[in-house]
């Protein structure tokens, strides 16, 4: 294929089709919707479904599974983990090397810092220091 397209299987024997995203040359899946505005580094996924929002940072390393959402202007740094169908607000930050769990809920400007396990489900508001509070 073109040197813009790279194919990868899965651990199921299954082939995925990823593009290299204009901004950052990260890696996304076919049938993911990355706004143009946004940036994906090189060595970041974005799977099929998920959808980025303008001005949104996928850092290096990181892993955007499938039918996640990542708001407008958030921030997801190196080596951090995204579930299946969670979704990060508008203008919130996940530190490196955290995990936020499958269907979670990070409520817009909520700040989650580096190494941090967010179960899968729950949903998160911080403060802005990046306290959590009771939800």
């Avoid at 990355?34 to 970041?44: I, T």
């Avoid at 921030?75 to 530190?95: L, S």
Wanted: no cysteine; net charge neutral; charged share 25%.
């Amino acid at each position: 294929m073109g040197k813009n397209y790279i194919d990868i299987e899965d651990d199921q024997g299954t082939t995925l089709r990823y593009r290299k995203h204009v901004n950052g040359r990260g890696l996304v899946a076919h049938g993911a919707k990355v706004h143009p505005k946004a940036v994906v580094e090189v060595g970041a996924y974005i799977e099929p479904g998920a959808r980025v929002g303008a001005g949104a940072r996928v850092i290096r390393g990181a892993w955007v599974e499938p039918d996640a959402v990542i708001g407008e202007n958030a921030y997801i740094d190196a080596h951090a983990h995204i579930g299946e169908g969670a979704a990060v607000g508008d203008g919130a930050h996940i530190g490196v090397r955290t995990d936020i769990g499958a269907g979670a809920r990070i409520a817009r400007g909520a700040r989650i810092g580096d190494d941090e396990t967010v179960a899968a489900g729950l949903r998160i508001a911080t403060d802005r220091k990046g306290l959590w509070l009771a939800a």
